[in-house]
């Protein structure tokens, strides 16, 4: 069956000596992989259009059966650049930035899940990212959306067993345990007062008016640490429990 999307290349594997595989977060389709014949080689026809960010309108061949093996994997056909984002790769500084956000949509979005949609959340912070990447807050409200979008958000608020009051988080239940509810369990971290207020002003932010927020370098550097971890552990997580399904 051929299909037609618009896609964001998140990541090439050359594939034997001129071929490619490209992941690629999809419109329609959520994550999708597509086996890209002779792209390495100079005249090829796909050009620059499997640079990794590049936006385009894509047509690829092939079942849809994520689990299958490589060779059978949609083959693309069509790839005609929308928009490159050629300044987010030009510039490194902006590119490592980028590509730690890419790193953790791979971790946490399962391929061909058409249910959460990632598409325009990546869509918004590239666009903004290329306008300028310095601002941090651009990067930690991707995460904290993706993190909402997966289902994987923190609970910072309130003890995520009884609703009680807490500051102690828990990384292996993802969210503050009072201390009845925790009983002899290790607490990973404990929140400042200010983290919280942060993390719900956050979340209910705009995108397109984080140069307008001004917070505490600080709590910045918490907030983020805190999800990293928290992104880290679940991506542990979701590998073991895909090898225990496997063996
Ligand atoms: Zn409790």
């Not at 090829?44 to 590049?54: H, V």
């Not at 650049?81 to 030009?90: A, D, G, K, N, Y």
């Not at 983290?195 to 600080?218: C, H, N, Q």
């Amino acid at each position: 069956m051929l299909q037609r999307t618009e896609g964001i290349v998140l990541r090439t594997i050359p594939y034997g000596e001129a071929d490619l595989i490209a992941t690629y977060l999809t419109k329609d389709l959520g994550i999708v992989k597509v086996f890209a014949k002779s792209p390495r080689k100079t005249k090829s026809r796909f050009g620059s259009s499997l640079e990794p960010l590049t936006f385009s309108r894509i047509a690829f061949w092939g079942k849809e059966d994520a689990a299958l093996p490589r060779l059978t994997q949609p083959r693309l056909t069509q790839a005609d650049i929308v928009h490159p984002f050629s300044s987010l790769r030009e510039s490194l500084h902006c590119f490592i930035r980028v590509s730690e956000l890419i790193e953790q949509t791979l971790h946490l979005v399962p391929e061909r899940d058409t249910g959460r949609n990632v598409f325009p959340l990546l869509m918004n912070t590239l666009a903004i990212m290329e306008a300028g990447c310095r601002n941090p807050l651009i990067g930690l409200f991707y995460k904290l959306k993706l993190l909402e979008i997966t289902g994987f958000l923190p609970g910072l608020h309130s003890c995520g067993r009884c609703g009680g009051r807490s500051n102690a988080f828990h990384l292996s239940h993802g969210t503050v345990l009072c201390l009845q509810c925790s009983e002899d369990e290790d607490i990973s971290s404990r929140l400042s007062p200010g983290v919280t207020a942060f993390y719900s002003s956050l979340m209910k932010w705009e995108i397109s008016k984080l140069d307008r927020l001004k917070p505490d370098e600080g709590i910045v550097k918490e907030l983020s640490l805190l999800l990293d971890e928290h992104s880290r552990y679940i991506t542990e997580k979701n590998l073991r429990s895909r090898e225990f399904k496997r063996t």
